[in-house]
């Protein structure tokens, strides 16, 4: 199984970025997915979740408004659209997939595998 995370960089207050997590390996439809960040110093956060099926979405309270997931099972790809970049947003951000309907989505050893994780600077 390998989750690849892409799409981070450097942006400006107020820019945007989409965040990208492609699978392989797996039955990707079957699969819900979560992201994380972890900023330097700090522990690694909920960020945002979606149900296999799209039907469910979550985000942690300092992103709702800004930040939108979604996901194409077509392409086994993920997506997080993330708008109006805060400097607090600065992370390194990882996605991962979660077999069970059972277990928190917010509680990371929920989740059975891991992408590598990709840079998020957001500059003042």
């Known amino acids: 199984v390998q989750l690849q995370a892409s799409g981070g960089g450097l942006v400006q207050t107020g820019g945007s970025l989409r965040l990208s997590c492609a699978a392989s390996?797996?039955?990707?439809?079957?699969?819900?997915v979560g992201w994380f960040r972890q900023a330097p110093g700090k522990e690694r956060d909920f960020v945002s979740y979606?149900?296999?099926?799209?039907?469910?979405?979550n985000y942690a309270d300092s992103v709702k408004g800004r930040f939108t997931i979604s996901r194409d099972n077509a392409k086994n790809t993920v997506y997080l659209q993330m708008n109006n970049l805060k400097p607090e947003d600065t992370a390194v951000y990882y996605c991962?997939?979660?077999?069970?309907?059972?277990?928190?989505?917010?509680?990371?050893?929920?989740?059975?595998?891991w992408g590598q994780g990709t840079l998020v600077t957001v500059s003042s």
């Open positions: 979606i149900t296999a099926n799209s039907e469910i979405t």
């Open positions: 390996g797996l039955t990707f439809s079957t699969y819900a």
């Open positions: 991962a997939v979660k077999s069970a309907s059972f277990g928190s989505r917010y509680q990371q050893h929920e989740y059975d595998y």
